[in-house]
């Protein structure tokens, strides 16, 4: 079935370090890709997003790389900061123009100072 | 600018009760959904909407119901609440459907005893 998966659960980086969080999606007809930021708390938050006719794209410190051939997707941070503390979500449009997003299960970020 | 607003943030229910979790945005999205979220785990498809008078199930409808009169509003019931259903709940709105960013809303927080 469809599904979207992150390889690690957690993932601890030094303050200044650059920091890559992973995701794994299993269906070939998702052309569209959503990075969300989710702090304690809080709602999910918009971070970067991509469609799948790109292979990689860049924001304010964040870069996104979609790579199709293995169905994989990774989100970039540079330069990591406190602030980044948080739990990271990977979602998928899957197949069909339906709107439905199809989320991963999280990697927590934390950040040593 | 409000974007996505849910209330309550916070709610208890004993077992059999009912009530309605409602969610508003004034950003004029056509499309807007209901997620629940369980520790440890991303977030699940409850219910969602592509307009006004259109409502379809996600991955996790069971207990739940919707309606959508209005584009603004998109109000979620719970007509018996169980114990499994103790979770917490995001709405979220888009402008269209399967391919720009999802706004959520901060999400309430609910506890079935």
């Known amino acids: 079935g469809e599904s979207v998966g992150l390889h690690l659960p957690t993932l601890s980086v030094q303050e200044g370090d650059n920091s890559i969080i992973n995701c794994a999606y299993s269906?070939?007809?998702?052309?569209?890709f959503i990075w969300y930021k989710q702090e304690s708390g809080k709602g999910p938050q918009f971070i970067i997003d991509i469609r799948s006719n790109m292979d990689k794209r860049q924001g304010q410190r964040v870069t996104v790389l979609l790579n199709k051939t293995v169905k994989h997707l990774s989100l970039q941070i540079a330069a990591t900061q406190p602030g980044d503390s948080a739990v990271y979500f990977c979602a998928e449009n899957g197949s069909g123009n339906t709107g439905k997003l199809i989320f991963g299960q999280g990697t927590t970020l934390q950040v040593k100072p | 600018n409000a974007g996505v607003t849910q209330t309550p943030k916070f709610q208890v229910l004993k077992t059999g009760q009912s009530m309605t979790l409602q969610c508003a945005q004034d950003m004029n999205h056509e499309y807007m959904s209901w997620y629940r979220q369980d520790p440890g785990m991303g977030l699940r498809l409850i219910h969602y909407?592509?307009?006004?008078?259109?409502?379809d199930q996600g991955e996790v409808p069971n207990g739940y119901n919707v309606s959508r009169s209005t584009t603004e509003d998109f109000p979620l019931r719970l007509l018996s609440a169980a114990p499994s259903q103790t979770s917490v709940y995001f709405c979220?709105?888009?402008?269209?459907?399967?391919?720009?960013?999802?706004?959520f809303g901060q999400g309430t927080r609910l506890t079935v005893v």
């Open positions: 269906n070939s007809a998702s052309d569209y």
């Open positions: 909407s592509v307009g006004a008078g259109i409502t």
């Open positions: 979220a709105s888009s402008e269209y459907r399967g391919r720009t960013e999802a706004f």
